[in-house]
């Protein structure tokens, strides 16, 4: 009985929220709609909303770059974008084999991929897995390839609903900064390529750490964030100028005249 009325008084203070934010207090500052100073929180979890910005804290070239996550209730694990993935041990015993062999030898050991044991961590040196995960990480702004090597923490396994075949995945654990909230994440490692988010924050994160209210993108940015229209008044070197908006081009434009390039190789 207690905790349905923990659920009932929880959930009034998010629909309050909500109200709150959608009523004439938010017209009165639109800013404040969908960014948040100080953190929103609601007994001590973080309310996100369904995009938010994620931060890798501790990988030096990453620090302070914002990646965009997908926030997914509905997922058991995070996933996150990475390439050149990876998977070996070093113990003899699996000697010959790596990546997916490699991952399913480990599942069979535990019980085969129709069981749900990999829903919980094992120990990697319990059973001597001793499975290293090397990856890759881009820099989403110089296109810098990062190299990174992580133990594996667990064997992730996909079971879809078109094959019979299940897709295995190898799960790192890594730090995660959400509205300056950091929390040790497992994470699965594959090719997010084709999606719009390199990153999808699932249960590994959520529980016990936040609350989703899903009709709100980036509730928890930054609070020197700037909401800015389709057209905006700027600057080029102090020279005023009109400036229009554009979330399709993936590079900005600038309008120029008597354009000369100077051919010289750069010593």
């Not at 109200?19 to 001590?44: F, H, R």
């Not at 804290?57 to 996150?80: C, H, R």
């Not at 390839?145 to 879809?160: A, F, G, N, Y």
Request: hydrophobic letters at 35%.
């Amino acid at each position: 009985m207690n905790g349905c009325i923990k659920m009932k008084t929880t959930a009034t203070k998010l629909a309050l929220i909500l109200a709150t934010m959608t009523s004439g207090w938010a017209l009165a500052a639109p800013d404040l709609s969908t960014t948040q100073a100080p953190v929103l929180s609601i007994e001590d979890k973080i309310v996100l909303g369904r995009v938010e910005s994620v931060y890798y804290q501790d990988i030096e070239a990453l620090e302070g770059i914002p990646f965009v996550g997908k926030i997914d209730t509905g997922a058991d694990t995070t996933s996150m974008h990475a390439e050149d993935i990876k998977v070996i041990s070093n113990n003899p015993k699996y000697q010959g084999l790596s990546d997916e062999k490699l991952m399913q030898t480990i599942v069979d050991e535990y019980g085969g991929s129709a069981s749900d044991w990999w829903l919980e961590e094992f120990d990697n040196d319990e059973r001597n897995f001793q499975g290293v995960v090397s990856f890759t990480l881009r820099h989403p702004y110089t296109g810098e390839k990062i190299e990174m090597e992580r133990p594996l923490t667990r064997t992730s396994v996909i079971r879809s609903r078109t094959s019979s075949t299940p897709i295995y995945r190898p799960v790192v654990t890594l730090p995660m900064t959400i509205a300056g909230k950091t929390v040790d994440t497992e994470v699965n490692l594959t090719d997010r390529s084709g999606f719009s988010a390199p990153i999808l924050i699932g249960k590994t994160f959520l529980a016990n750490n936040a609350w989703v209210m899903a009709g709100y993108d980036y509730l928890q940015e930054q609070k020197d964030a700037q909401v800015i229209g389709r057209r905006e008044s700027g600057s080029v070197a102090d020279v005023p100028v009109d400036v229009s908006i554009s979330l399709s081009n993936n590079y900005s434009i600038l309008n120029a005249q008597n354009i000369e390039v100077d051919k010289k190789p750069i010593q």
